[in-house]
């Protein structure tokens, strides 16, 4: 099971929101290139960020968040994806053109599901992802903030159609809780799935939580995106590795993880 780390960026800082509720928001880190060489240090084999602004159609807040998602890309060996505010071809494009490895189509992939064709089409679908975030498994749009009426289900077995090879499916009810993801969540999703990947996204809170997820990965469920249980430091290894003392440790010298590769799956 593939641990991704997760950056989250609003004005520019890396926060976490509590069930995607922009009002309940944690501010982490202003030094989000630091934060992602930290992450690099100890061993992570791909980055995952969101530009919450982008998300919510702030263009000035996201202009800060392009500008550090473009260093943290030149400054990685990893592959980085980008969800958030990719509504058209062209944000597509301009999202490529950061540095990031592959983007995560959201709201357009309900609003617009011709656009993850036509990317895919254009890209390929090792480039081009789309996100599903639900809540009681109907879609949730915008940032969260708007609901669909779409089944989360019906919504991937026509992204499936339609070329999609990865899915990151985020249960809005258990992110930012430390409550455990959503395992029946993922086993409904995966099991009607016959192609398509999943990154799990929401909950995990131990390593306990990890381990549970690993059974499902018959059903392609090969990665899981955690963040707030990495920045508060809920894993044992983490004090093994350099958490205490983060000024004291060189963020140039990364640990054992491969360069960029073409692709960690589907």
């Known amino acids: 099971m593939l641990?991704?780390?997760?950056?989250?960026?609003?004005?520019?800082?890396?926060?976490?929101?509590?069930?995607?509720?922009?009002?309940?928001e944690t501010v982490y880190f202003e030094d989000v290139v630091k934060m992602a060489r930290l992450w690099r240090v100890q061993?992570?084999?791909?980055?995952?960020?969101?530009?919450?602004?982008?998300?919510?159609?702030?263009?000035?807040?996201s202009k800060t968040n392009r500008s550090a998602i473009r260093e943290v890309c030149k400054a990685l060996d990893i592959p980085v994806q980008l969800g958030g505010g990719i509504r058209t071809i062209e944000d597509v494009r301009e999202a490529l053109d950061l540095g990031v490895y592959r983007v995560i189509i959201g709201t357009a992939a309900v609003k617009n599901p011709d656009l993850v064709s036509e990317a895919i089409a254009a890209f390929g679908s090792h480039r081009v992802v789309v996100g599903i975030d639900a809540r009681d498994g109907e879609v949730r749009t915008d940032g969260w903030l708007a609901g669909s009426g779409i089944d989360a289900i019906d919504l991937?077995?026509?992204?499936?159609?339609?070329?999609?090879?990865?899915?990151?499916y985020t249960d809005i009810s258990r992110d930012g809780t430390l409550?455990?993801?959503?395992?029946?969540?993922?086993?409904?999703?995966?099991?009607?799935?016959?192609?398509?990947c999943i990154t799990a996204s929401g909950g995990v809170g131990t390593y306990k939580d990890l381990?549970?997820?690993?059974?499902?990965?018959?059903?392609?469920?090969?990665?899981?995106?955690?963040g707030r249980a990495l920045y508060e430091n809920k894993f044992p290894c983490q004090k093994i590795w350099c958490w205490h003392d983060k000024d004291a440790v060189d963020l140039n010298t990364y640990s054992t993880a491969p360069l960029k590769s073409p692709d960690y799956g589907c």
């Open 43 to 61: 061993n992570a084999k791909v980055l995952h960020m969101v530009d919450l602004d982008a998300a919510r159609g702030d263009t000035e807040g």
């Open 156 to 168: 991937a077995l026509d992204m499936e159609k339609r070329g999609c090879r990865r899915i990151v």
């Open 3 to 24: 641990i991704i780390p997760a950056i989250d960026l609003r004005g520019g800082n890396c926060v976490r929101l509590y069930q995607g509720s922009y009002e309940k």
């Open 211 to 226: 381990i549970n997820l690993v059974p499902l990965k018959p059903l392609r469920i090969d990665s899981v995106i955690v």
């Open 179 to 196: 409550e455990g993801p959503n395992i029946d969540a993922y086993k409904a999703l995966g099991g009607k799935l016959s192609k398509t």
